[in-house]
């Protein structure tokens, strides 16, 4: 499993060989933090998108002065990093305003450490033509300003290159996810997370590389994965933490699928290759399975969930929330009530995000939740 | 689970009408009046004596409560009278509903009001918590979302929110509320920005929610009751400039309990002749005050202003500011109505254009949507009232549920002091619930602060 070990490595560290390299070419780096910033802009433009997380902060000291206790933990990890210098390698950074809590941080961050490019592309609350027209203004906003900062000039060529090779990303790992469907999974969930980890910081076609390795690696597993453990489903808050997933499937589960905005959510759905490039990006990345944050599209959210649930064979369901994030916090509610209505046992889960996270009460709340199910 | 109970709104009612008649002399020491207040809980003697001890906010209170009880009669009455409810949060226009003949309930009004209620709002923070709600949700609609669920309130026929883009929590609880009880919702986008582009599609999605709630209700939308409702609007925002001319002038002469009674008004009761009833009365006392030189005893210290929200389940810091520490309320953030446009009454395109672009100005939508220090934001909103108003000092309650305003706290108020060397004080609370932090905790507090002004 060589590109695995490759992914897995990649995953492990923010400013990767990959990036080191890139950077050595001369070529921009520029990081993004939510799954409504559309990618392809910036690799059309030969500058390297690079999603920010809170990934090995240690603890969140110097952010918690700015962004307090009752904000969100993966906001005040990604900001304890900007703080410490980890993300320098970065030439700029653009911010969606996702929740209150990640536009705080843009806020401290600009106020305190920013970038020489730092860009705020707000994205509206509600899915309707007037807000796909306000999302076009704003993308055509963010591409000027990009173009503007780095002297670069964007070709509808190369936007529909980008396309491409983001649609083929996407390809890939919806043959992934299908091969986690079956009864004996390749990867655990834990190895998936890692996968899907480092393909937010590498550039694209090297990463299309590594999964078509991988896939052409990918065996099912020996021990015949399910193999008496149970199925599950992890949806909720941000979540980039492979070793969450582990701590989870270390107590006889594994997991099949997700609702994440950094997994299944972020992939499903592909960009149309006919017509105008920009125009069909704006309509993939306004229209992709929608967060919390867009309000009145909860059925679609739960529909998307339906849909991870009979395709993977879940047997239950993990809805988590970093404390504090009030908008998957609420819907885990609303979602928990109807699908279990659909037979289906659910548990939610309120988490810290890195550091903060509590592991030994979280094996406890799982080990509870698999011997409800029947594990 | 809270017991049975009779139907909150009834009550709320009863509660008015019985403070809608506050007599003008009116000695709270005497021993009638003080074997009265025995019978009340704390809570409920503290918000008595805030507005019924000193004659003119007495005078002024009377007039608003009678005119919440007549409001809440008619939300209580609404069905029976074949009209429709729609529950909005407070930064949403209630002039449309009234030219639309559907009665508005301001989701923050209520839950604020329901402090009036013998077993008070904890129970029902409680329970919608209990139900499902994360308890990080804010408590300024939670104890709405409490009420519905203990069904001492009934469901309203709509929701129409219009904080989606200002505030997470606000607009999350609506769909919450509509995906429970399967009650239809209506939202309306915040832009991140404060430009013509922005107020035109802020406007536009105004033209779309008036349009559809046409459409649910069936009603047809009456220009000449919106007329009348935004002309008496537009006189009610002219006399809230005139009291705040009188806000600047140093003694302050206006009474710091104005504010409660004023925010009520303005949030839930603008264009009605209730609300400029209210308004003509307080401006009179006020007058009153100001030539009798009157101010905030037994002289005015310090002139305060809370940066965001203020204390609302015990209305008793204003009293005790006035009439303890010679503390000068001047007003918190949700008073803060300064960039409210007068609305051109010509036709319905031009009121709504008015509504929308005053929708858009209103206290937190206007200063919580964008980024702190973008133009019509919080911070340069902040450092025009400070300085307009000449505020010594400013505090932020540190409303628990409001994560974005803790997440930008310290770099506002840092620099508020740097360009206009006002301090601040940052306390720990919750704006509806006393158990995050007591009355008695915040005042001392408060006293060890205005103590390092000295």
């Known amino acids: 499993m060589r590109a695995f070990q490759e992914l897995a490595e990649v995953s492990r560290t923010l400013e990767n060989s990959h990036v080191d390299a890139w950077k050595r070419d001369g070529k921009k780096v520029v990081g993004f933090v939510c799954s409504y910033m559309p990618e392809e802009i910036l690799h059309a433009l030969d500058i390297l998108p690079y999603r920010i997380t809170g990934k090995g902060a240690q603890d969140t000291s110097h952010a918690d002065s700015y962004l307090t206790r009752v904000n969100c933990s993966f906001a005040r990890s990604c900001l304890e990093l900007g703080f410490l210098g980890q993300y320098d390698f970065l030439d700029g950074a653009v911010w969606n305003n996702g929740c209150d809590h990640i536009r705080r941080c843009y806020d401290n961050w600009k106020a305190k450490i920013p970038f020489p490019f730092m860009y705020m592309l707000p994205v509206p609350h509600k899915i309707s033509p007037q807000g796909r027209e306000w999302y076009k203004g704003e993308v055509l906003k963010f591409r000027s300003a990009v173009e503007d900062h780095f002297g670069v000039e964007l070709s509808s060529k190369k936007l529909s290159d980008a396309v491409s090779t983001y649609n083929e990303t996407r390809n890939l790992l919806r043959r992934l996810y299908d091969l986690r469907t079956g009864d004996s999974p390749p990867f655990t969930g834990a190895e998936v997370l890692t996968i899907l980890s480092a393909g937010t910081s590498i550039p694209r076609a090297e990463y299309n590389r590594l999964l078509r390795e991988l896939l052409e690696e990918a065996k099912p597993h020996p021990d015949g994965a399910s193999n008496g453990k149970v199925r599950l489903l992890v949806a909720g808050s941000l979540m980039d933490d492979a070793e969450f997933i582990a701590n989870v499937e270390d107590l006889g589960a594994i997991v099949v699928t997700d609702a994440l905005c950094f997994g299944a959510k972020n992939f499903w759905n592909l960009t149309d290759e006919g017509g105008d490039s920009l125009e069909n990006l704006i309509d993939r990345y306004y229209e992709h399975p929608p967060c919390p944050r867009m309000t009145g599209a909860y059925p679609q959210r739960l529909a998307f969930l339906r849909e991870q649930i009979e395709r993977a064979d879940v047997k239950g369901v993990i809805l988590q929330h970093i404390k504090f994030c009030d908008l998957h916090g609420t819907d885990n509610a609303l979602l928990k009530r109807d699908l279990e209505k659909d037979g289906i046992p659910v548990m939610e889960l309120e988490r810290q995000y890195g550091p903060l996270a509590d592991a030994g009460r979280i094996r406890t709340r799982v080990q509870a939740f698999l011997e409800r199910i029947g594990a | ?454």
């Open chain 2, 1 to 454: 689970m809270p017991e049975a109970r009779r139907n909150a709104l009834e009550r709320m009612v009863e509660t008015f009408n019985m403070t809608s008649d506050l007599p003008e002399e009116l000695d709270v020491e005497s021993p009638p009046v003080q074997a009265l207040l025995a019978t009340l809980t704390e809570s409920q003697r503290s918000n008595f004596l805030a507005m019924a001890s000193d004659p003119g906010v007495r005078k002024m209170s009377s007039v608003s409560n009678a005119a919440m009880a007549k409001y809440w009669d008619a939300v209580l009455s609404a069905r029976d009278r074949g009209k429709k409810i729609a529950f909005i949060p407070f930064n949403c226009s209630p002039e449309i509903f009234h030219a639309l003949d559907i009665v508005p309930v301001g989701v923050e009004v209520l839950n604020s009001f329901a402090i009036v209620l013998e077993e008070g709002i904890h129970e029902y923070l409680d329970l919608a918590v209990e139900r499902g709600l994360p308890d990080t949700m804010c408590s300024a609609q939670r104890g709405v979302v409490g009420l519905l669920e203990a069904g001492v309130v009934e469901k309203p026929d709509f929701l129409v929110n219009g904080a989606a883009g200002s505030c997470d929590p606000n607009s999350k609880i609506f769909e919450y509320m509509s995906e429970k009880w399967d009650i239809p919702a209506l939202y309306l986008d915040v832009p991140y920005s404060h430009d013509r582009r922005a107020i035109d599609y802020y406007t536009e999605g105004y033209r779309e929610v008036v349009a559809a709630l046409q459409e649910l209700s069936g009603n047809k939308l009456d220009e000449d009751r919106l007329r009348e409702a935004c002309r008496l609007t537009n006189q009610c925002t002219e006399i809230i400039m005139e009291i705040n001319d009188m806000k600047r002038q140093v003694p302050n002469p206006v009474p710091n309990y104005y504010n409660l009674n004023h925010l009520a008004q303005k949030l839930m009761l603008v264009g009605t002749p209730d609300a400029l009833d209210f308004y003509e009365t307080a401006l009179e006392v006020c007058k009153e005050r100001m030539e009798k030189g009157l101010h905030v005893l037994p002289e005015e210290k310090i002139r305060f202003m809370m940066m965001y929200t203020g204390i609302y389940f015990d209305q008793g810091l204003h009293h005790w500011f006035q009439e303890e520490m010679g503390v000068s309320y001047i007003m918190d953030l949700l008073v803060f109505f300064d960039f409210n446009p007068i609305i051109d009454t010509t036709n319905v395109d031009t009121m709504i254009s008015g509504l929308a672009e005053g929708m858009l100005s209103l206290p937190m939508t206007r200063q919580l949507k964008g980024s702190w220090d973008m133009p019509a934001n919080w911070l340069e909103d902040l450092l025009y009232y400070v300085d307009t108003y000449k505020a010594d000092c400013i505090a932020f309650t540190g409303h628990a549920a409001c994560k974005q305003v803790w997440g930008i706290y310290r770099i506002v108020a840092d620099e508020v002091r740097r360009q206009l060397g006002v301090p601040s004080l940052r306390l720990e609370g919750d704006g509806w619930d006393s158990r995050v932090t007591s009355l008695d905790v915040i005042k001392e507090q408060f006293t060890e602060f205005f103590e390092t002004l000295a």
